[in-house]
C-alpha cells in the first residue's frame, strides 16, 4: 500500500522507485540456470508463492469490497485507489514533443500523459504544467522533445493503496495527480482530483436527496 515520490528529472530510463522495478525473483521456467541458489537466507524463490501471494492480496480486496458493499465509498475507512482509479491511461515515448503532448489531450479530452522511454515509465505530464513550461521558457517552441526537459515530480501508488492516504498526500505534494502501478511496474490507472470531487459530490447528493 505504499505510496511514492519520484523527484523531477529527465525522463531517461525508468523513474519509478525501486519497489516498481522488474521482478524480486528470477524467470523459473527457463530450463537454464540464472542465478545460484543462495542457501544462506530464507527469501522467496519460487514463483508459485509470489503468485499465491498476489491472488491472496486480490482476494483480501475482494471481500473487504463485499463486507463494505453497503457502506458509501467516501465513509470507508479502508477505500482502494483501484475502486476510484481511471484505468484510460494515454502515453507517448521521450522523443515525443510538447506539442505532440498537447495534440494528444485535445484529441482524447484527457489532461495527463504517461511518458515512456524504452518501455519504461519515465514521467507523468498535466496540461497544466505543460502550459507553464511553455510560458516560462519563451525562448523554446512547442516543438520541444520531452528528451531535453526536466519532467516534474509525480506520485506512483499501488492498486491498493488507502485512496484517503493517497489524497493527502496529493495535497501535502500540491500534486492533483498519481499514477497506479501493479506488481509488475506498469501503470494500470491514473488517480486525479477530478476522481475525488466527482466521489464527494456524489455523496453531497445523497445526502441532499436524504
Not at 528470477?26 to 542457501?39: C, N
Not at 515515448?93 to 484527457?110: H, I, Q, R, S, Y
Not at 523554446?140 to 522533445?145: G, L, R, V, Y
Request: proline fraction near 5%; charged fraction near 20%; charge should be negative.
Amino acid at each position: 500500500m505504499s505510496i511514492h515520490v519520484s523527484e523531477p528529472g529527465r525522463p531517461v530510463g525508468t523513474r519509478l522507485p525501486e519497489v516498481f522495478r522488474g521482478r524480486r525473483v528470477g524467470d523459473v521456467s527457463e530450463l537454464t540456470e540464472s542465478h545460484r541458489i543462495d542457501v544462506s537466507h530464507s527469501e522467496a524463490t519460487d514463483a508459485e508463492f509470489q503468485q499465491a501471494a498476489r491472488s491472496g492480496r486480490h482476494r483480501a480486496l475482494e471481500e473487504y469490497g463485499a463486507a463494505a458493499a453497503g457502506e458509501p465509498k467516501e465513509r470507508r475507512a479502508y477505500l482502494p485507489v483501484s475502486q476510484i482509479c481511471t484505468p484510460a491511461l494515454f502515453s507517448l515515448p521521450a522523443n515525443a514533443t510538447v506539442a505532440d503532448a498537447l495534440d494528444t489531450m485535445e484529441d482524447n479530452g484527457v489532461n495527463h500523459i504517461v511518458i515512456s522511454a524504452e518501455g519504461n515509465v519515465a514521467g507523468l505530464v498535466d496540461l497544466r504544467w505543460l502550459l507553464a513550461w511553455l510560458h516560462e521558457t519563451s525562448a523554446n517552441t512547442p516543438e520541444a522533445s520531452f528528451v531535453n526537459i526536466e519532467l516534474p515530480a509525480f506520485l506512483t501508488a499501488s492498486p491498493e493503496t488507502d485512496a484517503h492516504q493517497l489524497a493527502r498526500l496529493m495535497l501535502a505534494h500540491q500534486l492533483n495527480a498519481a499514477l497506479v502501478i501493479d506488481e509488475t511496474g506498469h501503470p494500470v490507472g491514473i488517480v486525479t482530483s477530478t476522481d475525488y470531487v466527482r466521489l464527494y459530490a456524489s455523496a453531497g447528493r445523497h445526502e441532499g436527496s436524504v
